[in-house]
């Protein structure tokens, strides 16, 4: 089974920033790996997506704030997280696509808390 770990979060002033990680377990290739954030009482939301091929997605509200990349080599997914704000606060959790199997993969979460 298939297992993908964050890690990278913690507690930030507005303004600062953060770099996540996920690394995902074994040589599979992911067609796409993202993240999506989940705020208190609020829906899973995607913040950012990329390809194999590295085309990029973001949410407008992270537009020129975060960064998505991937190591394929790794097998692992970042999100450079810059000019934070206190509406980013939030569990950000690893997602990635298999093709092959048509299913969806999740991390289990790693907590981004922006506060003054």
């Known amino acids: 089974q298939v297992q993908l770990v964050e890690s990278g979060g913690g507690l930030v002033q507005p303004g600062g920033s953060l770099r996540l990680s996920c690394a995902a377990s074994g040589s599979i290739t992911f067609y796409t790996m993202g993240w999506y954030c989940q705020a208190p009482g609020k829906q899973r939301e995607l913040v950012a997506r990329?390809?194999?091929?590295?085309?990029?997605n973001y949410a407008d509200s992270v537009k020129g704030r975060f960064t998505i990349s991937r190591d394929n080599g790794k097998n692992t997914v970042y999100l450079q997280m810059n000019s934070l704000k206190l509406e980013d606060t939030a569990v950000y959790y690893c997602?990635?696509?298999?093709?092959?199997?048509?299913?969806?993969?999740w991390g289990q979460g790693t907590q981004v808390t922006v506060s003054s």
């Open positions: 990329i390809s194999s091929r590295f085309a990029t």
């Open positions: 997602n990635a696509l298999n093709i092959y199997d048509a299913r969806e993969y």
